[in-house]
């Protein structure tokens, strides 16, 4: 699996890189396309088995025909005559650097890791401990079991229902005014 | 394989070759089956998609009192290999303005979202071996089920947007945006026409929406019978067919495909026909019951003979999606094509508001009389 992982991880690292440097609009466009299904590929590897299949639905299928139709209307010739790195080229690689360094130095010393974290803290405990760290984890198998779906819909629409429904005025008010931009005269 | 397992459990073998044979067990199911699987539905959609072509020319043949192509082999049945043939065989030309990688991947994106949806349709109800293990019909019975095949048929439109682009000829450039602008538009009413079968269904296993039809005694088309007519148009504009044909317009119009020959053709054509199957398929387990055998009791005759109600599933399952496919072939043959204003102010002044107000609907009536 961490084999797996690695792999993917490089191919979307390798689609994002193609993504900034490529010089024509459409290759760009087809490595962020490449890029969303990798990050799919990971969601599913990770058991979000929904998760990535909105990330299809939504990022791949819908979001990137739309970016691909903006980027045909596009003068691609001027694109490509256009200078597109200036002078903080360098400082921006180095900021951005030292933003990657601090990020991978927070994610290092989290509490994110690959074991189940009741197990970890039960072992640390002693044995005494490891009877109920058990039942913690059959629990957690169970959840796991339960549908995929299921579980979203139970955190989308129960227990984070008004920043939920929050969310979706805010893009409705995103969209009208979207609209009154786009549109000189109603 | 569980047969070796058993034998080698019953002499009292040793340990090693018990284990042996659990690697094997394991291996058989983890990969075996599921590719033996993959094999034979491969096979049989492909061949499905090869002879709904002749099936479709036949009909129109008899629609236009013509008789169609009746040439090659009896009744014409080699028709689907000669055409196949030709299609190898011809050259493959790449246009000198082409860019040939999007070129040749354009071909791709455009024939495995068709058939990858497939996996997760559930044709019968399992198939029972002798030694008392269940065998689903169905290549990956998971829990997203229609939503996979939402999401992957999504993806087929970048077939038609790169291979238009690509061709580096503003024919196919404008064929292409055409298509891509009719594809979104139907997208929405065909996924939301979907989503009111799901809410009925309570699920987005195709298995357990048949279950869930069993059931409530009657087939989704009767309390959807609105998101049933969504779905029919949309899916008819999501699969570039007649009236809604602009994409291609095979004789008049020059469409996304104007650069290709050749088997890269073929491609677009297969993948084409492949989607009307899907959408069929689709259409005959979300409305018609799937694989439910009309006026007989399932569970019953499941309980009592099995494989006799596995095999009766599969043919019903198979009547109902050939009646989809029939359906498509008359309004071929009955209506002429919409102009294209026409046809985006169907999709979005017409059936949009029409679907979400269904899905409205469907969840009132779920709410209350369907509890």
């Known amino acids: ?186 | 394989m569980s047969r070796l397992a058993r034998s080698a459990g019953n002499r009292g073998s040793t340990p090693r070759e018990a284990k042996r044979a659990m690697t094997y067990e394991v291996l058989l199911n983890t990969v075996g089956w599921p590719l033996a699987k993959i094999v034979v539905l491969l096979a049989a959609v492909l061949t499905v998609v090869a002879y709904i072509g002749w099936f479709e020319r036949r009909l129109l043949g008899l629609f236009q009192s013509r008789l169609g192509p009746n040439r090659v082999g009896p009744l014409g049945l080699l028709q689907p290999v000669a055409d196949g043939l030709k299609l190898f065989l011809k050259e493959d030309i790449v246009p000198l303005n082409a860019r040939p990688f999007l070129f040749k991947l354009a071909p791709v994106f455009a024939f495995f979202p068709a058939f990858l949806g497939f996996a997760v349709v559930s044709w019968a109800l399992p198939w029972a071996t002798p030694s008392g293990r269940h065998h689903g019909f169905v290549v990956a019975d998971v829990d997203l089920g229609i939503l996979l095949v939402l999401a992957v048929s999504s993806l087929g439109i970048f077939g038609i947007i790169l291979g238009g682009w690509s061709s580096g000829s503003k024919y196919p450039l404008m064929g292409s945006l055409r298509s891509a602008s009719q594809m979104l538009a139907y997208e929405i009413p065909l996924t939301l026409s979907v989503i009111a079968v799901i809410l009925l269904g309570g699920s987005f296993r195709l298995s357990d929406i048949v279950a869930a039809q069993q059931k409530l005694g009657a087939y989704f088309i009767l309390p959807g019978l609105l998101a049933f007519g969504v779905y029919l148009i949309s899916a008819v504009a999501e699969t570039n067919r007649v009236p809604f044909d602009l994409p291609e317009g095979e004789s008049e119009i020059i469409g996304f495909h104007t650069e290709y020959s050749g088997m890269r053709f073929g491609f677009f054509f297969v993948a084409e026909y492949a989607n009307m199957v899907l959408i069929s398929v689709i259409a005959a387990s979300l409305f018609l019951g799937g694989y439910d055998l009309p006026g007989v009791d399932d569970a019953a005759l499941y309980a009592a003979h099995p494989n006799l109600a596995s095999a009766l599933g599969v043919f019903a399952f198979a009547a109902k999606s050939a009646l989809f496919a029939y359906f498509y072939v008359w309004i071929r043959a009955t209506f002429p094509r919409y102009r294209y204003d026409q046809l985006l102010r169907i999709g979005w002044v017409v059936l949009l508001p029409i679907a979400l107000a269904n899905v409205a609907l469907v969840a009132l009536l779920k709410l209350w009389l369907l509890r």
């Not at chain 1, 193609?18 to 599913?44: E, W």
């Not at chain 1, 088995?49 to 596009?74: D, H």
């Open chain 1, 1 to 186: 699996m961490a084999f797996l992982w690695i792999l993917l991880a490089a191919f979307i690292a390798a689609c994002a890189l193609g993504v900034v440097l490529s010089r024509s609009p459409i290759t760009s466009a087809v490595s962020l396309l490449a890029g969303f299904l990798g990050v799919g590929i990971l969601y599913l590897c990770l058991r979000a088995e929904f998760v990535a299949a909105a990330q299809v639905l939504v990022y791949a299928g819908g979001i990137m025909v739309l970016y691909l139709i903006g980027v045909m209307f596009t003068d691609s010739e001027a694109l490509r005559l256009t200078r597109q790195a200036h002078f903080q080229a360098w400082p921006a690689f180095f900021l951005v650097l030292a933003l990657f360094l601090w990020m991978g130095h927070r994610l290092y010393r989290s509490e994110f890791t690959a074991e189940p974290p009741v197990l970890r803290v039960a072992v640390a405990a002693g044995a005494d401990q490891e009877a109920s760290a058990k039942t913690a984890l059959a629990e957690r198998a169970g959840l796991a079991k339960e549908s995929n779906p299921r579980q979203v819909s139970v955190a989308l629409f129960r227990d984070f229902l008004y920043p939920f429904e929050a969310a979706s005025v805010l893009l409705t008010v995103a969209v009208l005014g979207g609209v009154f931009l786009a549109k000189k005269e109603v």
